[in-house]
Structure formats: C-alpha cells, structure tokens
Nanobody
C-alpha cells in the first residue's frame, strides 16, 4: 500500500490545518495508521495513531487536545490540527502498521511527507 500525504502549508500561530493521507488501496481493519513529524536535524516524532477497526485514537502529549485523527471511507485518514504553535513546524508523515505502536520502526509503509510551517 502506498500512502500519499497532503494538506501542508503556511499558517499563523493559533490557526488550523487538516492533513490528508490517502492509501493506494483499501486500508484493512488490522491496520494502525500513524502520523509522525520531523524537524530537520532531529529524530522523527510520534504525533498520533488510529486503530482502523475501532477508530480508537492516541496522541503524543505535545498535541493532545489540539490535534485529532479521523478516518473516511476505506482509504483516507486525516490529521486535524488546531491551535497550531511554532513548535509544530515540521514535515508530517503518515504511516501504516499492524501494531498498536508509537515507534516509527514498527510502521512499514510511509507517505512522502508534507511540510507544515507555523509562523509566530
């Protein structure tokens, strides 16, 4: 399954963006879809995840209460980002795993990333 992330851009602090991740095929119920982000020179950071079968979600403390992951249809997952802060600036990636994990090594399929820039 190939993943295509989109929706990044430039936004002012306090604003919102919604990122989309579309799979090339059906996302099966066994999947866990995750969002990660990376700032150049730093390690990739877990943002959140959703279990496809139940819709259960989980978030990093740094985004809890501001970001929300949802799914649509059989092939799309969203990351709604509200009250954005300058420290949210990063390249955001969607990824697929079969494990309920926040470790990027457990995710086998990755999208190409979309850049989010938050200006203060």
């Amino acid at each position: 399954v190939q993943l295509q992330a989109s929706g990044g851009g430039l936004v002012q602090a306090g604003g919102s963006l919604r990122l989309s991740c579309v799979a090339s095929g059906r996302i099966y119920s066994s999947a866990v879809m995750g969002w990660f982000r990376q700032v150049p020179g730093k390690e990739r950071e877990f943002v959140g995840r959703i279990r496809w079968s139940t819709g259960r979600t989980d978030y990093a403390d740094s985004v809890k209460g501001r970001f929300a992951i949802s799914k649509a249809g059989a092939d799309t997952v969203y990351l709604q980002m509200n009250n954005l802060k300058s420290e949210d600036t990063a390249v955001y990636y969607c990824a697929r795993s079969t494990q309920w994990s926040s470790y990027d090594g457990d995710f086998a399929s990755w999208g190409q990333g979309t850049l989010v820039t938050v200006s203060s």
